[in-house]
T-cell receptor, first 112, second 115 residues
Framework: DQQVKQNSPSLSVQEGRISILNCDYTNSMFDYFLWYKKYPAEGPTFLISISSIKDKNEDGRFTVFLNKSAKHLSLHIVPSQPGDSAVYFCAAWDGNNRKLIWGLGTSLAVNP | DAGVIQSPRHEVTEMGQEVTLRCKPISGHNSLFWYRQTMMRGLELLIYFNNNVPIDDSGMPEDRFSAKMPNASFSTLKIQPSEPRDSAVYFC?????????????FGPGTRLTVL
């Protein structure tokens, strides 16, 4: 029973366009959310995070939006580049149980 | 900085054999995590060490799995005996925040295939 759901296993986008990766969660008590990026044959690397007290965090081409009422967050990449092609994991921090809960990932392909 | 180092990168073994995965965390980090990644279950935390002490091993699937951290620069994950369903990618990660939302630094993983 996934508490953090990334419902799109894959996404394909043209270079220069916006990539939007979505993540839904079930526990309203999650208080911090993170995105990690993973290239083949490498471990995940931290990309960007957001606290539950905020609704937006931006870092260069990457912006994460949080909609607490909908229990939904999204990662926007603008403009998308071929080097962004990777698997993106959404993770949520459950402070009560002291666990980081991971989604299954979304594979993004940015086509030249 | 070499990052988190894992060995071997690939391991193919037969059912019933013992498998030992190794990890060297980033120097100065006080927390170490072992994860297993499968297509069906994604990234699962198996065990977490803080200052070389196992804090939470509730993710270890069975008694066939064991992990040790004899010092701050080395950890092992052992599977004995191994089974085909143990086939997965095993990641080691380290940080200075323990189990928190602090960034974790992952190694490249060990791809284990049990025939």
């Amino acid at each position: 029973d996934q508490q953090v759901k990334q419902n799109s296993p894959s996404l394909s986008v043209q270079e220069g366009r916006i990539s939007i990766l979505n993540c839904d969660y079930t526990n309203s008590m999650f208080d911090y959310f993170l995105w990690y990026k993973k290239y083949p044959a490498e471990g995940p690397t931290f990309l960007i995070s957001i606290s539950s007290i905020k609704d937006k965090n931006e870092d260069g081409r990457f912006t994460v939006f949080l909609n607490k009422s909908a229990k939904h967050l999204s990662l926007h990449i603008v403009p998308s580049q071929p080097g962004d092609s990777a698997v993106y994991f959404c993770a949520a921090w459950d402070g009560n149980n002291r666990k980081l809960i991971w989604g299954l990932g979304t594979s993004l392909a940015v086509n030249p | 900085d070499a990052g988190v180092i894992q060995s071997p990168r690939h391991e193919v073994t037969e059912m019933g054999q013992e498998v030992t995965l190794r990890c060297k965390p980033i120097s100065g980090h006080n927390s170490l995590f072992w994860y297993r990644q499968t297509m069906m279950r994604g990234l699962e935390l198996l065990i977490y060490f803080n200052n070389n002490v196992p804090i939470d091993d509730s993710g270890m699937p069975e008694d066939r799995f064991s992990a040790k951290m004899p010092n701050a620069s080395f950890s092992t994950l052992k599977i004995q005996p191994s089974e085909p369903r143990d086939s997965a990618v095993y990641f080691c990660a380290s940080n200075n925040g323990g189990v928190s939302y602090n960034e974790q630094f992952f190694g490249p993983g060990t791809r284990l295939t049990v025939l």
